[in-house]
C-alpha cells in the first residue's frame, strides 16, 4: 500500500511540475509575441518598416515593448553598422587604385562616416544617462544629432563625380546605413513624442 502512495505521489508531482513548465513557456511564448508585435507596429511608422523590423526582431526579448528601448536599441544597431561600413570603406580605399580626386572624396567620405559614429554614440550616451538635464533640450540634441549622422552618410558619395563605379560601390554600401539611420531617428522621434 505504502509503495502504491508514493508512486501516485511522484506521478502527481512530475504532472504537477510538466503543468507549470508548459504554462510557464506558454506564458513566455505569448509575452516574446507581444514585444515581436511590438517591434513590427512600431517599425510600421518608419520609412524603411521591412529593415526596422529585420533589424531589431531579434532583439525583442531586451526591448519588450518600450518605445525607449526599441529608439535605444535602433540607435545602437545604427552605431554598429555604421562602424563597420566605416571599416569597409577604410579597406576599400587601401585596394582600390583611384584618381586624385576620388582619393580626396574616399578621404572624405571616411571622415563624414567617422563624425556619424560620433553623432549616433553620443546619441546613444545621452538617452542612457539620468534625467538631470532639461528633457526637451537633450531630445533635441539627440534629434540634431542622428539628423546630422544621416546628412554625413548621404553626403558621403557625393564626392565621386568622375568614377561613376566607385560612386556606385559607396552608395550601395553607405545606403543601408543611411536606412538604419533614418528609421533610428523615427523611432526616437516616436518615442519623444510620448515623453
Known amino acids: 500500500m505504502e509503495g502504491s502512495y508514493s508512486t501516485y505521489s511522484l506521478a502527481r508531482n512530475i504532472l504537477l511540475i510538466a503543468v507549470f513548465f508548459t504554462s510557464s513557456i506558454s506564458f513566455i511564448s505569448a509575452l516574446e509575441k507581444t514585444n515581436v508585435e511590438f517591434i513590427r507596429t512600431s517599425c510600421g511608422l518608419t520609412t524603411y518598416p521591412t529593415l526596422c523590423f529585420?533589424?531589431?526582431?531579434?532583439?525583442?526579448?531586451?526591448?519588450?515593448?518600450?518605445?525607449k528601448l526599441l529608439a535605444q536599441a535602433a540607435l545602437s544597431v545604427t552605431l554598429d553598422k555604421t562602424r563597420s561600413t566605416s571599416l569597409a570603406m577604410?579597406?576599400?580605399?587601401?585596394?582600390?587604385?583611384?584618381?586624385?580626386?576620388?582619393?580626396?572624396?574616399?578621404?572624405?567620405?571616411?571622415e563624414l562616416l567617422?563624425?556619424?559614429?560620433?553623432?549616433?554614440?553620443?546619441?546613444?550616451?545621452?538617452m542612457s544617462q539620468p534625467g538631470s538635464k532639461d528633457t526637451r533640450l537633450v531630445i533635441s540634441d539627440i534629434q540634431t544629432w542622428v539628423s546630422s549622422a544621416m546628412t554625413d552618410e548621404d553626403t558621403c558619395s557625393e564626392g565621386f563625380v568622375n568614377d561613376t563605379k566607385m560612386k556606385n560601390v559607396v552608395r550601395r554600401k553607405i545606403v543601408n546605413v543611411a536606412h538604419l539611420t533614418s528609421n533610428a531617428l523615427a523611432l526616437f522621434n516616436s518615442y519623444a513624442l510620448r515623453g
Open 90 to 110: 577604410v579597406k576599400l580605399s587601401q585596394v582600390h587604385v583611384m584618381a586624385p580626386l576620388e582619393v580626396a572624396a574616399m578621404k572624405d567620405c571616411i
Open 54 to 67: 529585420n533589424s531589431l526582431s531579434s532583439r525583442s526579448g531586451a526591448i519588450q515593448t518600450s518605445p
Open 114 to 126: 567617422s563624425d556619424a559614429v560620433y553623432e549616433l554614440k553620443k546619441s546613444i550616451e545621452e
